[in-house]
């Protein structure tokens, strides 16, 4: 713990894409940056030793998760979350927000907030913007996020604007909560659906706010990429360009890609450790399934020009059998390769956005996914 | 590989408990020794590096499940188990036998051998001494076990007689089809249930065969700790000293303990990685379940004096939570802890033997399981 106060340096810019350093009480965090999920306090099938050795600076921890088990008094008895969970670095968590709307049961909205009862025990729980930053601040986060209300797509205009509303006002309650925590951060939320008019306004009085950094919610919930990214081209120019940006659950190599060329800083997503549990490897040459019996006699690494050793030293084979037996190690290896691959990936579009080469290197990339795997043996 | 020729050498003995090396085409084995179980090419739950960097020198692997899944053929193809699960060390299968009695269905056993369908798929199988040699050979073994009957116990002393006698019929073919293979070793397997009688007559008709090494079976097989005793006190003299003994699929730490007194120098169990996976951690104070309400607030490690990370550095309060939540990384932290300690414990029972301090050693681990867990905070 540095204990230093909560900056962003604005380093380079190639185009629209951003080359960053986020620093918080805990550290530095590199921009473009990748944060792996660690939904309860684990990044699933993950040694935090590997997380962290692959580049990563900050994971992500799930308020609503944490909330319910082990609880958040008991996490900040037993030290805050960093001390339990084995992470000295920085950790963002969101408002539980998210996952009450998806994963809880009996949920009741107010303008005071929300009533719901827990998808684990059937425990009845409330949160409000007051108690969601309380939360946060007991698991001893470093960057805090707004309770907001996500809409899924597609909605009712009146419905995202209504939404969009009372999360600017749950914006405001969360900055007085929050109060003045010069290590730490809380961001703002912008909402607003796949209605640029709305997303315009949710930018422009979130940014009037003068908080510490600017999330672009309620995106990558089940509209078309295009509409993702127009979405982005419409709020980016709107947010300071001084404060980080942090798109929230987004995405795939190709979203986040995409992304950091419309100005995008920060991204967090389920799927390199999901898809690492159900057999699929992100590489370089695109999505590797290998439940597929093409692998099956193949003794070919993933990618024998890696640097990780799941990708580079165990045979499709092997992989293969560990997939279809089920085996634990199966997961451990195909999350241990999809972490490593997307934090390359990080560490790519920032070399290339230092060395102003942003569009050369993203059109290489894409020409790499594009040519696919290898050929069959 | 050093392609040297298997051999044992008996390094000192302490009452009946021996100190040995066992060496092999791939390397040399410390006796006593435990062989974590990597069932279908994996030690489920562990990195192979892990395994290794604990004491392993050598892993039991399945002949049954490898020989369903990936398949034997397959894995010779991919250059033999050790190359295709990343373990360069020693390796002993069994034979295949147990697993058919215990998971095949519809298992018909003749003279000629044994014919069953696969648990995975239904598929039909043929398994006689002559494939299971063939097998264990295909997947490069260094220790090879013959095909045996292994009865339930309590069993009817007919019964008991007829699988034996089987099981020495089935040995001399294993040994003429194993033939000349100086780095690699086929070992004859002891039956006779629970009776001295046929146990004595089992043990002098291997040892006449003059076999390399020389395993216990039938045991831990439902009988009470004493009948195992009385059954390897019955059965060690009558193997030959210069000979390596292995009981197998045995046992809980104080099993083990007994059994070294008594002469056996290898052991395999899956008591380790089976309770990593269930909440359950072996401890020089006992056995810790990690499930326990009591643990959820305790900041303290499970053995704060172990050279195990998982032992040392994780909170058991963390533990409960991963094991409450069913996360992967706490069947992974608990096997790592639980392999630790059981090789802790066979390094600590060859120091003691060296040292000639085997009882008074054994009786201070003894008293440490006994004084029991710390108490509650």
Redesign the interface.
Known sequence: MTGEAFRFDLIARDGEARLGLVTTGRGAIRTPAFMPVGT???V????MDQVRALGSDIILGNTYHLML??GAE?VA???GLHE???WPHSILTDSGGFQVMSLAKLRKLTEAGVTFRSHIDGSVHEMSPERSIEIQGLLGSDIQMQLDECVALPAKPDEIERAMELSLRWAERCKVAFGDQPPRAMFGIVQGGDSVELRLRSARALAAMELKGYAVGGLAVGEPQEVMLAMLEATCPELPLTKPRYLMGVGTPDDIVKSVARGIDMFDCVMPTRAGRHGLAYTRRGKVNLRNARH??D?RPLDEESDCPAAR???R??L???V??Q???G??LLTWNNLAYYQRLMADLRAAIASETFSEKTALIAAEWERGDLPPL
């Open positions: 309860g306090g684990t699933k099938a993950m040694y088990r082990p008991r008895r037993l030290g339990f969970a084995r099956a006699d003794h030293d165990y045979s084979a092997y293969h059998h560990l279809r037996s085996e634990a190690l997961a451990m």
